[in-house]
């Protein structure tokens, strides 16, 4: 369950600093991360963070936290402050905070860095209330000005309204800044304007238009574009290179040796891209065996064959599996993927006598400001962390070590120049981060009334996030919780009175990063094929054996009642055409979600899913619709074709051509049902992922007979035995 942070009027200050009204949040230095916080006598006692500015010629100005990746928070976290504001909707600017512009704009990395679906329920407290600040602040002047009580003034789009007298928020606006910060109440929901009603995206015109600044468009005079050799296997290093051939190419400046490969410094792209395969570049490949995803997974399963550190425990479950009436053993795979974001990685660095200033896309400019600075022997305030939009990101720009961003500030210290890195996508699916390859085993015992007795559940895999900066969070005694998430606190074990949840963590050279919803890709999957599997031992319908199961759980019930009633299902499909379901919970949302297919040839053909989603309060409603949609189209393209293999430690695919996405036709319809709520607010950004790859393989259970355990689906699993 998502909590909100309690926020106190002293979080807030005032500023009049930057001119007009800044209403800025503190943050106290205790809710900084251990593993990110400076020696407490270098750090003062509460950092600011500016949310909204007000200035004297009526401009409004949201600087917002958290960045935009495609998710639409800069419109609902914008709504949020626009609703206690009380301001006009089309006169706010918005924009990404900047890191490094001294301590007024420092904040913890866990409050800046954007992930987990948690952006709006992290913030709905804390930029309402700025909102609501600023507005009381903006009367108690008005009041001042016209001799007149703060209760005898009202707001509206953007005024202080004392009977037939209007005095704008930009007029207010300097007089506020001198006011002590009050203390406020926030509207009841009752009043609300903007939430929970659908607002068109802020970010949209732009983007439309082609005026959006994405990372990879930033160019200046003298900027070279810089791309890099990488060794063919991870791990891998230069023995030796020679360039002369790279060098001879037109448009090539120069060539340098970084620790990760050899950059070469073009006037343009492809002048690069010419360089670099022009090098001769003799690699040395390390001692490491090489990775092979075939031998890889024969260890994992092997490892599954033995006890693992266990998460969760409870009774005997080796008796308990001894005596059940049925038994069913179940292995399933899952390969490394890649987040090919639309964008490519890019980094543009400007390293000056006594500053650096860097633009990129990234989920964490503060954490890799701080990374940056480190490695230069500069401050971090030296550092002027540029953020624009981020053309997607999936969990790739959330990089934990900034690699592309180091990368690119080795190849300017290296070379002395002004330079932006390009990775191509094909340098990124080759050589970049990936979900990791897990395998579970479960062994379940099945009593004689058809539901499970016994659960005997590991899963093996690569951690996430040991030895990163949130190790200290989410691993805790051997158990990276990313791992197990999903099956350890899982409602269909609650009841079952003797099971076990265990890991085995590998080692492995091959990178790896959180993907779009994280450990859940992988655990829902087992969990709502194995509960669709006892459905059919039991004799039962799906729908109805899991609201037996959940009957504990209203909220996975309350999703899964109005997915099953919005996709009819207790009437019967068009023959040829067959229906699976899947209910989740993650991120702090429950999703059900219903997949209707037909297979023809062993081709299938998605006809239409039915999503509901129980996120508590929707505050952008067609927000979290869309991306129930896009994590819908997500999880269909990996479920049917994603799958990173390596063969001697090489990555065997490189682009859209081999790691292919799903295309418009093959798009199903797709309907998203919000469910009312009075809940906890959840996320909605990723939790829609999970859902959708076991609806899909129950559904093809349905119509081809074939349990699949493995992904991606491939057609030959799905000719009937």
């Not at 109005?562 to 229906?579: I, T, V």
Request: one cysteine or more; hydrophobic letters at 40%; aromatic letters at 8%.
């Amino acid at each position: 369950m998502k909590e909100t942070r309690p926020v106190s009027r002293r979080d807030f200050l005032k500023t009049s600093s930057l001119g007009g009204l800044v209403i800025a949040l503190g943050m106290p230095v205790s809710a900084t991360p251990s593993s990110f916080t400076a020696s407490p006598s270098t750090r003062p006692a509460r950092k600011l963070n500016a949310f909204l500015r007000i200035g004297e010629d009526n401009s409004l100005q949201l600087i917002l936290s958290k960045v935009e990746m495609g998710q639409g928070i800069w419109t609902t976290l914008t709504m949020l402050i626009a609703e206690e504001l009380d301001c006009d909707w089309n006169n706010i600017q918005v924009e990404h905070r900047p890191a490094g512009k001294g301590a007024d704009f420092a904040e913890p990395l866990s409050v800046q860095t954007t992930g987990g679906s948690d952006s709006t329920c992290s913030e709905f407290d804390r930029y309402r209330l700025a909102g609501a600040t600023a507005r009381t602040m903006l009367v108690q002047a008005a009041a001042n000005r016209l001799g007149l009580q703060p209760r005898d003034c009202r707001t509206e789009n953007g005024y202080v309204i004392a009977g037939a007298r209007r005095v704008s928020y930009g007029e207010l606006a300097s007089e506020a800044s001198t006011l002590p910060v009050p203390a406020v109440k926030l509207r009841e929901p009752t009043a609300w304007r903007y939430i929970g009603n659908s607002q068109k995206r802020v970010d949209s015109p732009e983007k439309i238009n082609g005026k959006a600044t994405y990372g990879i468009d930033v160019q200046f005079p003298g900027l070279l574009t810089a791309v890099v050799a990488h060794a063919p296997v991870f791990g891998g290093t230069v023995k030796s290179v020679d360039s002369s051939r790279a060098k001879a190419i037109q448009g090539v400046r120069a060539v340098v040796q970084i620790p990760t490969g050899v950059a070469v410094l073009a006037d343009h792209y492809w002048a690069a891209r010419l360089g670099r395969d022009a090098l001769k570049i003799d690699w040395s490949l390390g001692t490491d065996e090489p990775v092979d995803s075939k031998t890889q997974l024969d260890t994992y399963r092997e490892l599954a064959t033995t006890k693992g550190i266990p998460s969760q425990q409870k009774g005997d479950v080796a008796s308990a599996l001894s005596t059940a009436a049925k038994t069913i053993d179940a292995e399933f795979t899952f390969p490394y993927l890649a987040h090919a974001p639309m964008e490519p990685l890019n980094c543009t660095v400007k390293i000056l006598n006594d500053r650096c200033e860097i633009w990129t896309g990234t989920q964490s400019p503060f954490l890799h400001q701080q990374e940056v600075a480190a490695f230069l022997g500069i401050k971090p305030e030296q550092v002027a962390f540029n953020t624009p939009f981020l053309g997607g990101s999936f969990g790739r720009r959330g990089s934990f070590n900034a690699d592309w961003v180091m990368e690119a500030v080795q190849i300017a210290k290296v070379s002395g120049k002004f330079i932006k890195l390009i990775w191509s996508r094909e340098d990124d699916i080759q050589g970049g981060y990936y979900r990791p390859v897990y395998l579970h085993r479960a062994t379940i015992g099945i009593g004689r009334d058809g539901f499970p007795t016994a659960w005997q559940h590991r899963i093996v895999g690569q951690s996430l996030f040991t030895n990163t900066p949130l190790a200290a969070e989410i691993v805790q005694k051997g158990i990276d919780y990313s791992s197990v998430g999903g099956v350890h606190g899982s409602p269909y074990l609650a009841k079952i009175p003797d099971h076990s949840v265990e890991l085995h963590t590998t080692t492995c050279h091959v990178p790896v990063l959180p993907w779009r919803s994280v450990g859940n890709t992988h655990t829902a999957f087992v969990m709502e094929t194995l509960v669709d599997e006892l459905a059919t031992i039991a004799g039962k319908d799906p729908v109805a054996y899991r609201r037996m199961l959940l009957n504990e759980h209203p909220r996975h019930l309350a999703a899964l009642n109005l997915a099953a009633e919005k996709a009819n299902w207790e009437k019967p499909l068009p023959p040829g055409r067959f229906r699976g379901v899947a209910v989740h919970a993650a991120m702090g949302s429950y999703i059900a979600q219903v997949v209707e297919l037909s297979v023809d040839k062993q081709k299938i053909h998605l006809h239409r899913v039915v999503c509901a989603i129980d996120c508590g309060l929707a505050v952008n409603p067609d927000g979290v619709r869309a991306q129930m949609e896009s994590c819908i189209v997500y999880g269909l393209t990996a479920a049917l074709y994603g799958e990173i293999t390596l063969e001697r430690g090489r990555v065997q695919q490189s682009n859209f051509h081999d790691y292919r996405m799903l295309r418009i036709d093959e798009m199903p319809v797709i309907d998203v049902y919000i469910v009312p709520s009075t809940g906890p607010m959840g996320g909605a950004g990723e939790p829609g992922v999970p859902p959708i790859a076991p609806a899909l393989v129950n559904a093809l259970f349905a119509a081809t007979g074939k349990r699949l355990r493995q992904l991606p689906v491939r057609p030959e699993d799905l000719a009937k035995s």
